[in-house]
């Protein structure tokens, strides 16, 4: 099977005062269609970057993004018809969101840019894009700040699901929310999943949400992928001493701290 996301070689370097910062360096890193792919790393070893080089939001520096087999680092960069089949979640939902726009025309939004449909058929398709996300579809008159953190997320769920993607990047798309609201959040990327097949590159630091979550795990290291492989077999065995250290800070919950 072709992967659906083929990424080799990839190096992104930003320009500082103190001279080039090699952010992601020889990435190696495959999606097949309707999986979920866990990246996880510590603060500032490039995920971010990796993530915005996929997208065509931040420039590489070399090597080759495949989609379906084909080349997105030409001259001309990724067509409309690729860039609707990658849609990006943010972490924090409300810096995403504009805040002087109706919740209806924010999930409208990509739909009006692609004009896919009449105006009338892209408000019906945000009604219901707001109902699938577990959102009241009259509420599609409010503003971003008339709603709790995992509603917002849930709104940006809805906007990136609009044109229907293949591939949805989530960076760390629940490290802003309570415990509680993150497993709701989760939930409802799984459900989406099983439903439309939708792919997910799925960045977080913690470990033991990507491992429930993701059917492979990739850690990145200092701007390197230092161990790729099954979410079971990197839990059981890992072979980098990184990811042995991202295990080890995972608390296990000790029953005399439970609360009853
Ligand atoms: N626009 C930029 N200009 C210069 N350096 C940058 C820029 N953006 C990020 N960096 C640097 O590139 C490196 C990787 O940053 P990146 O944001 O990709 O990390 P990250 O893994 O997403 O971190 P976090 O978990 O904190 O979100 C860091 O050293 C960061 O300081
Ligand atoms: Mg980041």
Same mark, same amino acid.
């Not at 971010?48 to 590489?60: D, E, K, W």
């Given at each position: 099977?072709?992967?659906?996301?083929?990424?080799?070689?990839?190096?992104?370097?930003?320009?500082?005062?103190?001279?080039?910062?090699? &952010?992601?360096?020889? +990435?190696? $890193?495959?999606?097949?269609? =309707?999986?979920?792919?866990? !990246?996880? /790393? *510590?603060?500032?070893?490039?995920?971010?970057?990796? &993530?915005?080089?996929? +997208?065509? $939001?931040?420039?590489?520096? =070399?090597?080759?993004?495949? !989609?379906? /087999? *084909?080349?997105?680092?030409?001259?001309?960069?990724?067509?409309?018809?690729?860039?609707?089949?990658?849609?990006?979640?943010?972490?924090?939902?409300?810096?995403?969101?504009?805040?002087?726009?109706?919740?209806?025309?924010?999930?409208?939004?990509?739909?009006?840019?692609?004009?896919?449909?009449t105006?009338?058929?892209?408000?019906?398709?945000?009604?219901?894009?707001?109902?699938?996300?577990?959102?009241?579809?009259?509420?599609?008159?409010?503003?971003?700040?008339?709603?709790?953190?995992?509603?917002?997320?849930?709104?940006g769920i809805?906007?990136?699901?609009?044109?229907?993607?293949?591939?949805?990047?989530?960076?760390?798309?629940?490290?802003?929310l309570?415990?509680?609201?993150?497993?709701q959040?989760?939930?409802?990327?799984?459900?989406?999943?099983?439903?439309?097949?939708?792919?997910?590159?799925?960045?977080?630091?913690?470990?033991?949400?990507?491992?429930?979550?993701?059917?492979?795990?990739?850690?990145?290291?200092?701007?390197?992928?230092?161990?790729?492989?099954?979410?079971?077999?990197?839990?059981?065995?890992?072979?980098?001493?990184?990811?042995?250290?991202?295990?080890?800070?995972?608390?296990?919950?000790?029953?005399?701290?439970?609360?009853?």
């Amino acid at each position: 099977m072709t992967p659906l996301l083929s990424v080799r070689d990839l190096s992104c370097r930003y320009e500082t005062r103190d001279g080039p910062l090699w &952010a992601v360096r020889d +990435v190696d $890193l495959d999606v097949m269609p =309707g999986e979920t792919v866990g !990246l996880v /790393g *510590e603060s500032g070893c490039g995920k971010s970057t990796l &993530a915005r080089c996929i +997208v065509g $939001l931040t420039p590489a520096s =070399g090597g080759s993004i495949r !989609l379906d /087999g *084909e080349e997105l680092l030409t001259r001309r960069g990724p067509s409309l018809a690729q860039r609707r089949q990658m849609q990006f979640v943010f972490q924090d939902p409300f810096a995403s969101l504009n805040p002087r726009r109706r919740v209806e025309a924010l999930i409208r939004e990509p739909l009006d840019v692609h004009r896919i449909g009449t105006p009338a058929e892209r408000t019906r398709r945000a009604r219901e894009l707001m109902e699938r996300v577990g959102l009241h579809p009259d509420w599609g008159r409010r503003f971003p700040h008339e709603f709790s953190g995992g509603q917002r997320q849930r709104i940006g769920i809805a906007r990136a699901l609009a044109l229907s993607p293949r591939l949805i990047i989530c960076d760390e798309p629940v490290s802003a929310l309570d415990v509680s609201v993150q497993a709701q959040v989760v939930n409802l990327l799984d459900a989406l999943q099983r439903e439309l097949g939708v792919a997910y590159l799925f960045i977080s630091h913690d470990l033991a949400l990507v491992e429930i979550f993701a059917q492979r795990v990739a850690v990145m290291y200092q701007g390197r992928i230092v161990e790729q492989g099954s979410s079971a077999e990197i839990w059981r065995n890992p072979s980098h001493p990184f990811t042995r250290t991202l295990i080890e800070a995972i608390p296990i919950p000790r029953v005399d701290q439970r609360s009853f």
